[in-house]
Each structure stands twice: as C-alpha cells, then as structure tokens.
DNA sequence: CTTCATGCAAATAATTTGCAGTAAG
DNA sequence: CTTACTGCAAATTATTTGCATGAAG
C-alpha cells in the first residue's frame, strides 16, 4: 500500500483525512471523475462534502502530487501522477488502461515540451471480441 | 477558402448562416473555445444564441465536421476535422500549433485504435526567449 | 410544402466562494 | 497555539431543454 501522508507532506501539503481519502479512490481505481470520488467516498464518509473534493483536486493537481486526463466528450479523470505513459481509451466499455510510452520518442524543434498527453481511442481486447 | 456549405452537406448538414459562420471563425483562428466563438461572433451577429452555438458544436462533432481538443486545466478548443496530426500547446502564452505526426508510429498490441490525441505542454519559441 | 434549425427563456448541472467551526503540525 | 482545511449554503458559471417562429432544401 502507498504511504499518501508521505506523498502529502512531500508535496507540501496538510495529510488530511479527505486528502488520503480521495488519494485511495484514485490509486483503486486507476482513473477517476471527481463525481465518481465523491459518490465512492460518500458511502462510508457521509458528511464529505462536494466542494471539499473539487478544492482538493486542484490542489493536489497545482502540487503535482495528481494528474487531470482530459477525455474527449467526456468529464475528466484523475490519476497519481507517475511516470509518463499513454492511456488507452475504449470508447465502447470507457476503461483506462496505461500503457508503456516507449515506441515513440517525441522530440519538436523550436518547442520545449515539459509534459506529454497521450491518448488513444479506441476498442480493448474484450470490446473487440464483441 | 473553403467550401463551408459543400462541407456541412457532405456530412449531411443542413448549410446554415450559424453553421458556416462557427466554422468560418473555428478555421480562422485554428483552434477555439465555444465562448470564443459567441463573443467573435455576436459583434456582427447580435442575435445569435450561445445555445445554437452549443447545440450546433455537438452537432457537427457527432457528424464528423469538427473535432474536440480537451486540454489539461482549460476548456475544450475545437477544430475542423482533418488528417492526424500532434497538438503543441504553449503553457505560456497559450497559443496552440499543429505538426505532423510523423516521427511517431504508435501501434498497440490487444487495442483497435480508431483515433490519437496527443498533445505536448511546453514553451513555444516565443515564449522561451522571455 | 416539410423538415429541421434558431433564439429565447427557463431548467439543470457543474464549479467556486465565503465563512464559522475544526483539525493538523 | 497557529495556520490551514472542512462542510455547508449560497453564488456563479456552464450546459441543456422546450417550444414558437423562421429558414433550408
């Protein structure tokens, strides 16, 4: 299990409750909306509230300890930032899979690039099989 | 200058004033917001509605006219379809600029890719003279 | 003509804010 | 202790919907 008190304080941020809370939800499930979070955390934590979660990610977003993935007609996710990798998108069952950034060395002349976004929509194995 | 009406009937949509005009402004500047959109055109065009402009953006994107760009922390940009291409967005001044996709041959084992998003957060060469 | 699009206003959803009471360090 | 965080309610912003009128083909 990660130590997200650790990761907090790292980054210089409080370890709160709702924070390690939010974390969890993320880390289980790979990749989160923010109303998925709450209705997850809501369950067990009945008084959390919406706003604290939206203060929250951004927080976490502006300290690095988490990443947004924009989707393509959809609301966005969240993931523990970690080492640069690119999302397969299904576009039939909606999972996230992460996957190596290996077979494409990206490199731009007259940019300096500080991260990368990589998504592909597609189908996943079991949604092909269909 | 392209051909708006040829364009939306090929996709089969009706050739509007409001349609080719959201178009005209999206092929302009590129790559553009929805409220960018309502406030470059209500100076000519009082009378149109932010609503005919959400309606029609969702319309044109189900029909294959136009594109989503959703971009980390801003409101989505849209563009006019065309071949693949990366997405080199400055965090600076904000400015978005499209280079070939051709120093990257993604494949993936086990996932039927339909499309690529990828964008690259960095400076452009303006901004990194500052 | 007939069908579909527009514009407006109203409804709903998403996100942010302010502030009094709590918890973290 | 002191500072920053939480939860609530209210405010704001974003997006969608319904419907009468008007335009496209």
Redesign the pocket.
Same mark, same amino acid.
């Given at each position: 299990m990660v130590d997200y $008190?650790s990761l907090? /304080?790292q980054n210089n941020? /409080?370890? %709160? $409750?709702?924070?390690t809370n939010i974390l969890k939800s993320i880390n289980r499930t790979g990749h989160i909306t $923010?109303?998925e979070i709450y209705e997850e955390l809501k369950i067990d934590?009945p %008084?959390?509230?919406?706003? %604290?979660i939206? !203060?929250?990610i951004?927080?976490m977003v502006q300290h690095g300890v988490i990443v947004e993935i924009p989707i393509s007609g959809e !609301?966005s996710k969240y993931e523990i930032k970690k080492d640069e990798h690119i999302h397969l998108i299904c576009k039939s069952c909606g999972n996230i899979e992460d996957r190596e950034l290996s077979s494409c060395n990206i490199d731009i002349e007259d940019f300096n690039i500080i991260f990368k976004q990589i998504n592909l929509y597609g189908l996943c194995r079991n949604c092909q099989s269909k």
């Amino acid at each position: 299990m990660v130590d997200y $008190i650790s990761l907090l /304080k790292q980054n210089n941020l /409080k370890a %709160t $409750i709702q924070r390690t809370n939010i974390l969890k939800s993320i880390n289980r499930t790979g990749h989160i909306t $923010i109303d998925e979070i709450y209705e997850e955390l809501k369950i067990d934590y009945p %008084t959390l509230s919406l706003a %604290t979660i939206y !203060k929250n990610i951004l927080l976490m977003v502006q300290h690095g300890v988490i990443v947004e993935i924009p989707i393509s007609g959809e !609301k966005s996710k969240y993931e523990i930032k970690k080492d640069e990798h690119i999302h397969l998108i299904c576009k039939s069952c909606g999972n996230i899979e992460d996957r190596e950034l290996s077979s494409c060395n990206i490199d731009i002349e007259d940019f300096n690039i500080i991260f990368k976004q990589i998504n592909l929509y597609g189908l996943c194995r079991n949604c092909q099989s269909k």
